[in-house]
């Protein structure tokens, strides 16, 4: 996760302590719903989880949100593997920022 910049993000809640060189079933107490949140200063939210929480079986969910509008995520990924996890981030983080100077 240290590879990531949020840019002008503020890390809120950070509990992300995945090691994709691990199966997940040898990580099931890491897999929560309350991974990771960043906000911005436009009322954009980053929020990371992994539902169902403490499921192996499960998949990350990121969504990015919208001044408090959980109903409507502006954009909103799965994933199971880093690859996909970080291009979903980056995308996300990009969003956050537009119109941040």
Known sequence: MMTIDFKSGRITYNEF???F???????EDCLTEDLLQVEYENGY?????WYP????TGKFILQLISNGNWEKPIYKKQSRNWEHLKKSLIKAIDM??????
């Open 17 to 19: 302590h995945i090691n």
């Open 21 to 27: 060189n691990l199966p997940f079933s040898e990580q």
């Open 53 to 56: 929480e403490y499921d192996e």
């Open 45 to 49: 939210l980053i929020d990371l989880g």
């Open 96 to 101: 956050a920022n537009v119109g941040i100077n």
